[in-house]
């Protein structure tokens, strides 16, 4: 399947493209932002969408997730909720007041869970509007299932997936 990569930072944005948009096709093809500050995990998000048909657009924080939000249309966001600068859960809260439409999908390293001591992330992440949660570091296939369920049923219930 063709696809057309974007890739957004804080420095430059540029356009990769692969190959003739499928859109001129007839081929719906849904589009993802993924706002996160670690390159390896934006690769390796980028790497598995694109390979199953969606379109990648990656932003290296919060604000340059904002003007990529400014300036596209997407099918689902992806958000980690600790990021430099522009925090996780702002961004959160921020992505879904612009775009209440659009599930947010929001990713973290530290553990979705309820203690007495710690807070509960994935409660605050429901509250400010996110669709689901990721743990990661999270499989492909949990990847794919946040994504596909976010963009079929984006009003169901929240969720988290881990393996």
């Not at 600068?85 to 553990?111: C, L, N, Q, T, W």
Request: proline share 6%; with cysteine; aromatic share 6%.
């Amino acid at each position: 399947m063709q696809t057309t990569c974007r890739r957004f930072d804080l420095i430059v944005t540029w356009d990769v493209r692969l190959a003739a948009r499928p859109e001129e096709e007839g081929i719906i093809v849904p589009r993802v932002l993924v706002v996160d500050d670690d390159p390896m995990v934006c690769v390796a998000i980028e790497v598995c969408l694109t390979r199953k048909g969606f379109e990648v657009t990656v932003a290296d924080g919060g604000e340059a997730g904002m003007r990529a939000l400014e300036t596209s249309d997407f099918d689902v966001m992806l958000i980690d909720v600790f990021m430099p600068h522009m925090r996780g859960f702002e961004s959160i809260r921020m992505f879904h007041e612009r775009k209440p439409d659009v599930p947010v999908i929001a990713m973290s390293g530290y553990a979705f869970a309820n203690t007495e001591r710690a807070p509960d992330f994935l409660r605050m992440t429901i509250e400010l509007g996110a669709a689901c949660c990721l743990r990661k570091p999270f499989t492909p296939d949990a990847l794919l299932t946040s994504v596909n369920q976010s963009i079929t049923k984006p009003k169901a219930s929240a969720q988290q997936s881990k393996s």
